[in-house]
């Protein structure tokens, strides 16, 4: 089973960018198609991004689309979420997750790492 440790996480004005990082194990990360959720309180968790095995396409929520960026990096087993133009509504634990089909999280969960947008 993948091990996932989220970092990046922290507090940060509006307006303001972060980059998360998801660190997986296992040989195989290169076939993983890998992505981002998040959580709120008393919310759902929903969708943010993911990215393919080997073209690395992308795709997004409607909610990010043109402020975040999702990327990863096949040789440090890393998948990465750029996060700029930070909104309040952005506020949330975010998890990755190693087995995403279309926007359904079918893989295991990290600990997750807390995003603070302050106002």
């Known amino acids: 089973q993948v091990q996932l440790v989220e970092s990046g996480g922290g507090l940060v004005q509006a307006g303001g960018s972060l980059r998360l990082s998801c660190a997986a194990s296992g040989r195989s990360f290169s076939s993983y198609v890998m992505g981002w959720f998040r959580q709120a309180p008393g919310k759902e968790r929903e969708f943010v991004a993911a990215?393919?095995?080997?073209?690395?396409?992308?795709y997004y929520a409607d909610s990010v689309k043109g402020r975040f960026t999702i990327s990863r990096d096949n040789a440090k087993n890393t998948v990465y979420l750029q996060m700029n133009s930070l909104k309040p509504e952005d506020t949330a634990v975010y998890y990755c997750?190693?087995?995403?089909?279309?926007?359904?999280?079918?893989?295991?969960w990290g600990q997750g790492t807390q995003v603070t947008v302050s106002s």
């Open positions: 997750n190693a087995e995403v089909v279309r926007t359904s999280p079918l893989g295991s």
């Open positions: 990215i393919t095995r080997s073209i690395g396409s992308t």
